[in-house]
């Protein structure tokens, strides 16, 4: 199995009933800076607060009812977390949500609204695959991973679909990676539509396994990850990595401090709440990192679960 | 002259090109915990981030082109001044605004990008007009009243005439009062094309003139404006309380903590910047102030300019 723009298309037509079609916002500040046409896919103003909510969707609906009836489980870092929760809600299964002790109390919240277990544990990927695998054993539940399953990515594709055929023209498409599942789906949909519509990721200089392993050629995770941008700390996926070396043109990297600049320049130009990990894009753009004079721009901005009592410009 | 729904009509089709069709936002867990539809129109998201580049605009570009060439000027404590000050670029005439000097930064910044000529002066009433009337005098500019001039009214009607448009059958539209102008269009353009539709006012408990004047049928300033929504401290104007009487049902009056929570509650829930302002009338909504249940319900979001650096949730 792989992703296709079939597959793609098929999710979106499963998932159009349970989504927002996203707004697509422009800036005239941010094109008078940036010397681009910037249009921004807000994702953030998704159900659930970010892109997550198609992929989650998207898998839970595309499960046959008898594997349905079993429920659904999955660690996650948060949004992944409450998509896949109000996914399960909205087709009446069950949903064991694996989340690390450290989450901000506003994604456990969000979880929570949706009415799934949730099970706390230790904060590293070996603690979440193993509470999961236990709960699988315990259940029968089905794992849906946050990024490495095919439905999850066709349904992330969805995004840039709504993009391309409200965007006429676009030269260039700028998607954030972390696992990698957005990005996978983002850029099967833009190659098999516009070949000629360049891809580039960017992820977090303190979480750069995706750029070095997208030069490396394997998957070669960071030892010590460090970045404000939470959503996009984990390691691309091996799944991810082949799609992404196949149909991605480039992955840059950005400091926080250039994501923190970026995500403030959004709320004050485009008013809307984008989380750090939505705000990477824009950073990339915002430091002359990525060449956008005179050209169309697609900015994914993937979601806008961020805490308001702790907002990185706020004296401590 | 007044105000009637061909000239909003007009006015729409004069504007349609130098102003975003803002879309309509809803939120699953707004509407579970109100237990009613609510519509959010997000004229935060409008050019300069207010509904006010609506009726700015349809003022500049209606004027004929020998009062247009000797310029406008205004009086404005922000988000008009930033609409008129666009306009007069967009017509390529000039522009000067009358600020008073304790405008917040954001906003005169907000105007300061459109290269208009801006006037400090003291923050009271009179020094605003005197020092306006001074430089029509001076210049032969044409005076923009931020909400008496009836083509800036007419301008402002026309988020409702998009509301009604995107989302059938509302039996309820909600808007904030302040001197009265996108109330006054609002409630012309629904009463309109939906008379059965309920018109129902918000406006803050420390400057509630337009809620005792309402009811005295005229004008009744208050004493001590004191309240957190910078852009409804000013008085109603008389032209707008006319109109107001004839179409809108009632005002409702919200404390400046149900504003402050209304606010944060849009910012999480909808991931969009609202101005307190912009707030007033889903706090009526969230205090329980007005009777919403099972109904569809329109909120014209109208503002999203804040100061980032002092947010009213912010540890001082």
């Known amino acids: 199995m792989s992703l296709d723009l079939a597959a793609i298309r098929a999710a979106h037509d499963r998932i159009r009933p349970y989504i927002v079609r996203t707004p697509v916002l422009a800036s005239e500040r941010l094109d008078a800076a940036s010397g681009a046409a910037l249009f921004f896919k807000c994702e953030n103003l ?6 997550k909510a198609r992929g989650a969707t998207n898998a839970v609906f595309a499960l046959p009812p008898d594997e349905a009836a079993r429920g659904v489980c999955t660690h996650s870092s948060g949004n992944h977390a409450a998509a896949l929760a109000r996914a399960a809600k909205l087709r009446g299964i069950a949903a064991t949500i694996v989340m690390p002790a450290n989450t901000p109390a506003v994604k456990v919240r969000n979880v929570e609204r949706f009415g799934a277990r949730i099970v706390l544990c230790a904060p590293t990927a070996r603690a979440r695959e193993e509470t999961c695998a236990r709960i699988v054993a315990e259940t029968g539940a089905r794992l ?50 516009q070949p000629q519509t360049r891809v580039i990721a960017v992820e977090p200089a303190g ?110």
Not at 46 to 51: K, L, M, P, Y
Not at 147 to 161: R, S
Not at 163 to 171: E, F, G, K, Q
Not at 215 to 220: D, F, H, I, S, Y
């Open 207 to 316: 979480a750069a396994d995706a750029a070095q392993s997208f030069r490396a050629g394997e998957v070669r995770p960071v030892a010590q990850v460090d970045t404000i941008a939470d959503g996009l700390r984990t390691t691309i996926g091996e799944e991810n990595l082949a799609l992404v070396r196949r149909h991605v043109d480039d992955i840059v990297t950005v400091s926080d401090a250039e994501i923190v600049a970026a995500m403030r320049e959004l709320w004050e130009a485009l008013r809307v709440v984008v989380e750090p990990s939505g705000a990477v894009p824009f950073a990339a753009v915002r430091a002359g990192l990525i060449p956008v004079q005179q050209r169309r721009v697609g900015i994914i901005l993937s979601g806008g679960n961020v805490d308001l009592d702790a907002l990185p410009w706020m004296r401590k």
């Open 46 to 51: 998704q159900h659930i607060g970010a892109f």
């Open 144 to 193: 849906i991973h946050p990024f490495t399953n095919y439905d999850v990515m066709a349904g992330q594709g969805t995004a840039a679909l709504e993009l391309l055929a409200d965007v006429p023209a676009l030269d260039l498409v700028l998607c954030p990676v972390g696992g990698g599942g957005l990005l996978s789906g983002t850029a099967v949909a833009v190659k098999a539509l």
